[in-house]
């Protein structure tokens, strides 16, 4: 399969405890995005990472949320703390820069469902 | 102020027929893009169909076709041949060259397909 992976695809935890979801995007590709999407809504961006720098980052992303993408493959997305409205999907998706424009298109992994009790 | 609005939550559609899902955006960028995804119960959003700001001619892929209406920011999405698989929500998305490289999503219409 060479496609976007996450895990895990659904995760229950306690308010107050931290999280960590992990992303592989597609080998070759250079950018790497999050976004959260909350029932009924379309996904909401939360940063994005090229090679192993952070470049962009939403003003949701609050300072409970950290991402890493330490070897410019996968990433890691977590949360501490956490939050009843943090419930949510969390998708990852991936695209390769071809050098500039809004033209390339992203690839979304299969999301990991949070809930928070 | 909303930059992609999709004012249809719900459509129904007979299968075998036509539908058009609508869309329309709002942005000053001279260079954008526009993007349809299908995202169905599973969850995985599927990439379907992408129009460039300069591109002359609307984008086609297979059954999907956008209707780009430049002057009045409408991109809708013409899916032909309607089939009981294409029952799922479907966003749609710009991108714009001036406003770093994440994309921005429209609410969702939720399509489903009549047997």
């Known amino acids: 399969d060479t496609g976007v992976s996450q895990n895990p695809r659904h995760k229950i935890t306690k308010r107050g405890q931290n999280v960590t979801f992990r992303c592989d995007p597609i080998?070759?590709?250079?950018?790497l995005y999050w976004y959260r999407q909350t029932l009924g809504q379309g996904p909401e961006f939360l940063t994005y990472?090229?090679?192993?720098?952070?470049?962009?980052k939403s003003r949701l992303l609050s300072d409970r949320f950290s991402a890493e993408r330490p070897k410019g493959s996968f990433s890691t997305l977590e949360i501490q703390r956490t939050e009843q409205g943090d419930s949510a999907m969390y998708l990852c998706?991936?695209?390769?820069?071809?050098?500039?424009?809004?033209?390339?298109?992203?690839?979304f992994g299969p999301g990991t469902r949070l809930t928070v009790l | 102020a909303q930059k992609i609005t999709q004012t249809q939550p719900g459509m129904f559609v007979q299968e075998k027929e036509a539908v058009t899902l609508d869309c329309t955006y709002d942005?000053?960028?001279?260079?954008?893009?526009l993007f349809w995804y299908k995202q169905p119960s599973s969850g995985e959003m599927i990439f379907l169909i992408y129009?460039?700001?300069?591109?002359?001619q609307n984008a086609t892929e297979g059954r999907y076709s956008l209707n780009f209406q430049k002057a009045r920011k409408s991109a809708n999405l013409v899916i032909s041949a309607s089939q009981l698989g294409d029952s799922a929500m479907y966003f749609c998305?710009?991108?714009?060259?001036?406003?770093?490289?994440?994309?921005?999503f429209g609410p969702g219409t939720r399509l489903s397909v009549l047997p």
């Open positions: 998706a991936s695209s390769l820069d071809r050098g500039g424009g809004p033209t390339n298109e992203q690839f």
């Open positions: 080998s070759e590709h250079n950018r």
């Open positions: 990472f090229q090679n192993e720098a952070q470049l962009e």
């Open positions: 942005t000053s960028d001279p260079s954008y893009g």
């Open positions: 129009q460039g700001s300069y591109d002359q």
């Open positions: 998305a710009m991108r714009e060259s001036n406003y770093g490289q994440n994309f921005v």
